[in-house]
C-alpha cells in the first residue's frame, strides 16, 4: 500500500512550470531514488512534498491524509517526514553528540528544551543512532573537526534519530569519496524497509547500488520509472540524462586517477 500519493502536482514559477503534472506512488517501506538532469525538478519536488513550496494545481496524500500546503511544522513534527538538504547542516561547534540530541522527538520547541533534561535512555538512544551511521567513537569531537563524508553521516544520524516515517535525502552523497559512497549506500539500504526512504542523487554507480525502482524527472514531469536495469535501457532515459551522466563520471575518474586518489 502507498504510504505517499501524488496525484497532478505542479508548481509555476513566474510563468515557469518547474513541475508539470507529476503522478508518483511510493511503498511504505520502499527506497525510491529519483534522478534526472539539472533543472529537472527534483529538489522542487522535494519542497513539495514538504511544504516548503506551495502547488498550483494536484495533492499530496501521506499516509492516508491530504497534507497539501501545509506549514512546514506540520509536515515534519507532526506527520513524521524528515529531510536532509544537499550540504551537512549542522552545528561545528557542538559535538556530534550534541547535534543528534538537539535533533530528538520531544526536544524541538524552546519549551521543551527549556525543560529537557538528558537520561541514561536518551543517551542509549544516541549512542545506538550514532553506532549505526559509524560515527560513535567519534560522539566526543566537535562535528565541526570531522570529514565532509562523516557531516553528512551526521545530519543522516540527526535525521534517523527523529525516527520519520519518510525520509528525504537531496543528494546525499555530495563531495564524497568513492569508499564513503559506498558505505553511504549501505547505510540507506539498511535503513529501508523501517523507514520510507526518497532519495534523489546524480552518482550512478550510487543509484545502481541502491535502487530498486527509480523515478526519472525531464523538464518537471515523469520521463521514465521502474527497475534500474529497465531504466537505464531506455532510449529517452539515455538521450536526455544517463549519456551526459556517465560521461561526466568519467571524467571524475580521470581525475581521481591523476590525482593519485
Not at 533534561?117 to 543512532?129: F, G, K, N, P, S
Request: proline share 3%.
Amino acid at each position: 500500500m502507498a504510504i505517499l500519493e501524488i496525484r497532478g502536482l505542479a508548481v509555476d514559477f513566474k510563468g515557469f512550470r518547474a513541475i508539470d503534472g507529476v503522478d508518483m506512488d511510493v511503498e511504505r517501506g520502499e527506497l525510491r531514488v529519483i534522478i534526472g538532469p539539472n533543472g529537472a525538478g527534483k529538489s522542487t519536488l522535494m519542497d513539495l512534498i514538504t511544504a516548503k513550496t506551495r502547488p498550483t494545481a494536484g495533492s499530496v496524500t501521506f499516509d492516508g491524509a491530504d497534507i497539501t500546503g501545509l506549514d512546514i511544522s506540520d509536515i515534519s513534527a507532526r506527520r513524521g517526514i524528515g529531510r536532509k538538504f544537499q550540504g551537512p547542516n549542522i552545528f561545528g561547534a557542538m559535538t556530534a553528540l550534541e547535534n543528534v540530541e538537539l535533533a530528538l522527538n520531544g526536544h524541538n520547541t524552546l519549551i521543551k528544551a527549556l525543560f529537557y533534561r538528558r537520561t541514561r535512555q536518551t543517551l542509549e538512544q544516541i549512542d545506538a543512532a550514532l553506532a549505526r551511521v559509524g560515527l560513535y567513537e567519534k560522539r566526543g569531537l566537535p562535528a565541526g573537526a570531522l570529514s565532509h563524508g562523516e557531516k553528512q553521516w551526521l545530519e543522516i544520524c540527526m535525521l534517523l534519530a527523529q525516527n520519520p516515517k519518510l525520509m528525504i535525502l537531496d543528494e546525499p552523497t555530495t563531495g564524497m569519496t568513492a569508499e564513503e559512497t559506498y558505505k553511504t549506500g549501505e547505510l540507506i539500504m539498511g535503513m529501508s524497509g523501517e523507514h520510507t526512504i526518497i532519495v534523489a542523487e546524480h552518482d550512478m554507480d550510487f543509484v545502481r547500488q541502491v535502487a530498486s525502482t527509480v523515478t526519472v524527472l525531464h523538464q518537471g514531469r515523469v520521463l521514465a520509472e521502474g527497475g534500474i536495469a529497465d531504466v537505464e535501457r531506455d532510449p529517452r532515459v539515455v538521450a536526455v540524462y544517463l549519456k551526459d551522466s556517465d560521461s561526466a563520471e568519467d571524467g571524475q575518474e580521470s581525475v581521481k586517477g591523476a590525482s593519485g586518489a
